[in-house]
């Protein structure tokens, strides 16, 4: 009894040297420069959630929680300085990323379409790692971000550990991208994206969009609601997943065939899960998963 009682004296004794916190609130509240219908904000996290709300207002309102942990006072206190805030304010848009994390962050040079504005990220390892750079941080860090953007910005968001991704009262475009965590868009207006590895996508529109919208997920469900009266074409391709939905006025589409010049000749890429939705229309709503299904809903008159 005595061993036992001076190893539990010696594991609470050491505990708080193995792990010591540091909670910080840090505020900001941003402009657009110029005004435009094409104002947008990006917010580029790595670890934690990322939280937008629409309101009535012309000001951006960023509120993020910084968490760092780490073994000792030391490595806490570098935590502390190195991770911040980032703000790239580029007059009609605003972006907001993680400085500090042993990462660089700016334009990339991708031509992917996923993004509304800029095409911005990071380049892990500090884009150097095969010249002996040391990208592994001494600390561990978490940022939270609660951001209030005026009801017509468009707005992109995305995360990559740790947490989860929602969006709400927005008018504007919206482009959501998670790694491990969920992705949730309500109250949409406009075409969207959502895409995540580990994780569901759950889609709510309050008017039923009327340009291409892609929502993905490798290992989640995609819950989608529409508006009753949802007219548009629609694609669905899931390894093991199925498809389910309330809509009736439901009918099969030709099979697309997508054909891309490659280095090695011609690819060819057939999908014959395309149906119509209603009257159909210009919109084309892209469902794809590989370990999950896909619901999609009309709300039904209340």
């Not at 917010?43 to 993020?64: D, F, T």
């Not at 206190?77 to 972006?95: H, N, S």
């Not at 580990?198 to 490798?218: A, H, M, Q, W």
């Not at 919109?283 to 999950?292: C, P, Q, S």
């Amino acid at each position: 009894m005595k061993l036992i009682g001076m190893i539990m004296s010696f594991m609470v004794a050491t505990a708080p040297l193995y792990a010591q916190s540091y909670t910080e609130k840090i505020s900001k509240t941003l402009k657009f420069e110029k005004a435009s219908e094409s104002n947008a904000v990006i917010i580029a996290n790595i670890n934690g959630n990322v939280r937008v709300e629409g309101y009535e207002g012309s000001e951006i309102r960023v509120e993020v929680e910084k968490t760092v942990t780490a073994k000792t006072t030391e490595r806490l206190e570098k935590g502390k300085q190195q991770i911040q805030l980032g703000v790239i304010d580029l007059a009609d848009t605003v972006v907001l990323y993680v400085e500090g994390a042993a990462v660089t962050f700016g334009r990339k040079n991708s031509k992917s379409n996923n993004h509304y504005k800029g095409n911005f990220g990071y380049d892990w390892c500090c884009g150097n790692c095969n010249n002996g750079c040391n990208c592994r941080l001494d600390f561990d860090y978490k940022m939270d971000f609660v951001v209030k953007v005026p009801y017509n910005v468009h707005v992109e968001a995305g995360t990559v550990n740790n947490g989860n991704i929602s969006v709400s009262k927005t008018r504007g475009v919206v482009r959501a991208d998670n790694v491990n965590g969920s992705i949730k868009l309500t109250d949409l207006m406009r075409e969207s994206s959502a895409s995540t590895i580990n994780g569901d996508v759950d889609i709510e529109y309050t008017s039923n969009p009327k340009k291409d919208c892609r929502f993905y997920s490798l290992n989640g469900d995609i819950n989608a609601w529409f508006q009753k009266g949802l007219a548009a074409n629609m694609s669905f391709e899931s390894f093991n997943g199925d498809f389910y939905t309330n809509v009736t006025n439901l009918e099969n589409l030709p099979t697309a065939i997508e054909k891309e010049s490659t280095s090695k000749g011609l690819k060819y890429k057939v999908n014959g899960n395309r149906y119509r939705i209603g009257s159909g229309g210009a919109a084309m709503l892209d469902f794809e998963t590989f370990n999950g299904n896909v619901y999609l809903k009309e709300r039904t008159n209340q």
